[in-house]
């Protein structure tokens, strides 16, 4: 089964996307199930983990009430306010739908770097980890260190590293980031998404320019802890759906590599994930 391990959907008239603005033209529409289908379809990807992209619990509610109406939603990574004196209720009650299998708060959108270590999070951890739901960490390279304190204060906490915590491909960057993945790598129990890498590229990528850092992530981690995802429709910004998807097969050359990348790993980083079998 080919998981698609992070898309995403909106709806403009929902008003609580603050940060979708006329100026990213080529998102500022509407994007539904049905704009998604027929790309996964002729790419032969089976479901999907749609990915919160509005601070707000009812675009988690949102999200879970599209996955009722498409068996290939195969789950949700939703939102909460993480230092709400109710966080550990709302997570108990969004929990009570089977699809929900995450959480991400927008940590790359929140002034403080060092916010994650805060003790006001404790009491929303500690429900995440009863209800065995995935903290997705949406980070920048500048992160990393203060996302290896956060592992090691939590280390009951399932994380998966969004986007492979966003290297500065326009820039070249490549030695701090690729060290500071590294040590996340180290610690049992984290994995990683390849994804958003065309986004952190510059206006004429090429694959050369990705293979670095995709190479460097898969010896990080090793092909059992990274997951294929599209970050579609963001992923339009620089690319599209069946040339990413293409991209990433070429670079698993390995077959044990593919079936883990494409298939197997979603369901071990998000024990929740409606699967086959499951």
Known sequence: MIIDSHQHFWKLDRGDYGWLTPDLAPLYRDFQPDDLAPLLQEAGVDGTIVVQAAATVAETEYMLSLADRHAWILGVVGWVDFEAAEAPATIAR?????????????????????????????????????????FDALV??????????????????????????????????????????????????????????????????????????????????????????SDWPVLNLRSDYGQWHALVRDVLSAASAQAAVLSTTAPRAYPRLAVRGR
């Open 94 to 134: 969004l929990a009570a739908h089977p699809r929900l299998v995450g959480l991400r708060p927008m940590i790359q959108d929140i002034a403080e770097d060092d916010w994650m270590l805060r003790d006001a999070l404790r009491p929303a951890v500690a429900a995440m980890v009863a209800h065995d739901l995935t």
């Open 140 to 229: 920048l390279p500048r992160h990393l260190g203060h996302l290896k304190t956060f592992l090691a204060r939590y280390p009951d906490l399932r994380v998966v590293v969004d986007h492979c915590a966003k290297p500065e491909i326009r820039n070249g960057a490549f030695a701090p980031w690729a060290d500071a993945i590294a040590e996340i790598a180290a610690v049992e129990g984290t994995f990683c998404k390849l994804s958003g890498l065309v986004t952190e590229a510059g206006e004429t990528w090429s694959p050369e320019d990705l293979a670095p850092y995709i190479a460097h992530v898969l010896e990080a981690f090793g092909p059992e802890r990274v997951l294929f995802g």
